[in-house]
């Protein structure tokens, strides 16, 4: 009587057919995990955003130059260039009267010259940049996120839904 040493070719192919079901159905789950992950990402990039605005508002200076912006007006934005991997933050204010820059050097100050990099980039094509962007809203600061498919996401204080 002849031993059998190893698994017939039958054997193996219905095991690697079993397999690639099961990764069939695991992988959208999986991608869908990946994805959320990189939006919370992106929300605490905001809140680290947000918690280096409302520090900057300590500084005086920096207060009267925010205050002075008035309601819904984009006081700084920071382009999500690439370079390699990590976005640069290239701020610059937008004061109705040509205010003192005081409010952006604080902010700057705060964040040590880097805005946080945005993990989430399926809404941007590929290479384009998006941007973060601070405004002025009933007295409260707002962290946006803008791509260039022109959704923009309030992700601080509140998340917008359609982010979540």
């Given at each position: 009587m002849k031993k059998n040493k190893g698994f017939s070719l039958v054997?193996?192919?219905i095991v690697i057919a079993i397999m690639a079901i099961l990764a069939a159905a695991i992988a959208p789950a999986l991608i869908r995990y990946i994805d959320k992950s990189r939006k919370a990402d992106d929300v605490t990039a905001?809140?680290?955003?947000?918690t280096a605005v409302n520090t900057s508002l300590a500084n005086e200076a920096a207060y009267d130059a925010y205050a002075i912006a008035g309601d819904n007006v984009v006081l700084m934005t920071?382009?999500?260039?690439?370079?390699?991997?990590?976005?640069?933050?290239?701020?610059?204010?937008?004061y109705p009267n040509g205010?003192?820059?005081v409010f952006e050097k604080?902010?700057?100050?705060?964040?040590?010259?880097?805005?946080?990099?945005?993990?989430y980039k399926?809404?941007?094509?590929?290479?384009k940049p998006q941007t973060w962007a601070i405004k002025v809203s009933n007295d409260k600061p707002i962290v946006l996120l803008s791509t260039d498919t022109n959704?923009?996401?309030?992700?601080?204080?509140?998340?917008?839904?359609?982010?979540?």
């Open positions: 054997e193996l192919i905001a809140g680290t955003i947000a920071a382009s999500a260039t690439v370079k390699g991997s990590s976005f640069s933050w290239v701020a610059t204010g937008t205010e003192d820059d604080e902010v700057n100050s705060n964040l040590s010259g880097q805005a946080p990099q945005v993990k399926k809404d941007a094509g590929k290479g959704n923009n996401y309030e992700l601080s204080p509140t998340i917008d839904p359609s982010y979540q």
